[in-house]
């Protein structure tokens, strides 16, 4: 089985740097890749390096990249015997999933059935329950009306977390402090839910008070080989959407390391998980820790385990999908070094993080030691009004976390993005920071810190790296 052949050809059902990433990979490895594009994607990066591309529909991603018809379509008309999901979109879709495997289309990425189970908050709590994994305490099912939603928190104890059973990303997450703020918050996370993931189901846990973000990146095979390669720390987040991302987690005791990545790996095991996946954990500083969610899918700040591991993940899922075992053992998947990634948005970080779109007139990206730049960007690029802002993501490699710091804050202050408002002056303040350096980190890092990030009013006038770039003619 290890020599098991790879695909014949390859579609990559997404856009963007992720896409760009997928195409790389499959490249590397010798196989051809066909790049499914909206209309508002035609002049993208990675229609552009695709052995074939085709279009799937106009530029909204209801007609596009979330259209199952189309996606499933564009791989048979071209001759793919594969599908790369990426992330977002179709990525943790079962029933695409379903699909691709009753056509004889392999998806790169676990059985629609586990994606299903793990997409399901209440299902995957329970699954890891009976494992043994630690979970914040809450629901085990989803709360069905206020007065089943007030009796539950009268056992769990207030401020309580609403949260939506589908989907993520901070979508339908609520926080009530007290009974009052609980018959408002239910309400508004059911609607959020209903909105974002057609599901308006919500259970119950409890709040935890700053905790840190950390995950765990898991590769598994379909011969029963899991390896926990690595944690990451995304605590910076801007409303539960990451913004700073590092492998390994600083001031994380070995102990409770040891412990994180034998859970992470015993909880995919037993959701009979194969290909990579994270499993995703709230750190409490006493050091306990208790599991969140699992996604079922590449993560966005996946470049920062593979620059402290060596190992390939995108690589690794498209070799796993073909019967490959995992050649990779426990004992290998040992950090050398530390790196960070900042995630650069189409947003004005000045002005509440005002979205914005138009044509990229300049793109200058970093370089030097230890940089690396995943980015579809580049000089007369437009931004199209579609989709989600991420613009760039610059990821960094050093000895030591301070050395990284130190390679990232300049690797931001090089990045040029002229023509669209964007987020890097705004990362370099972070990164510069004092509680930053000394890795004070929590999930309301930059809420608790928000004075000490803001621009000097003389660099929101004059400074050219931080506002002429951010005026879209």
Known sequence: MTNAPLFKKVLIANRGEIALRVLRACHDLGLPAVVAYSDAD????????????????????????????????????????????????????????????????????????????????AEARKTMLAAGVPLVPGTPEPVASLEEAREAAKHIGFPILVKAVAGGGGRGMRVAVDDRDLQRQLPLAQSEAQVAFGNDEVYLERYLDRPRHVEVQVLADTFGHVVAVGERDCSVQRRHQKVVEEAPAPNLDPAVRARLLETAAKGAAAAGYTNAGTLEFLLDADGSFYFMEMNTRIQVEHPVTELVTGIDLVTWQIKIAAGHPLTITQEQCVPVGHAIEARITAEDADHDFRPGVGTVETFIAPGGPGVRVDSHLYSGYAVPPFYDSLLAKIVVWGETRDQAAARLERALTETVIIGVPQTAPFLRRVIASEPFRAARLNTSFLAEHAELLAPAPETAAGDSTALSDNTPD
Do not use: W
């Not at 799937?56 to 499933?72: D, W």
């Open 42 to 121: 035609r002049d993208s990066l990675a229609v552009r390096l695709a052995d074939e591309a085709v279009c799937i529909g106009p530029g909204p991603a209801a007609k596009s990249y979330n259209n199952i018809p189309a996606v499933v379509s564009a791989a048979l008309l071209t001759g793919c015997d594969a599908l790369h999901p990426g992330y977002g979109f179709l990525a943790e879709n079962a029933f695409l999933a379903e699909i691709c495997d009753q056509v004889g289309v392999t998806f790169i990425g676990p059985r629609p059935e586990v994606i299903e189970k793990m997409g399901n908050k």
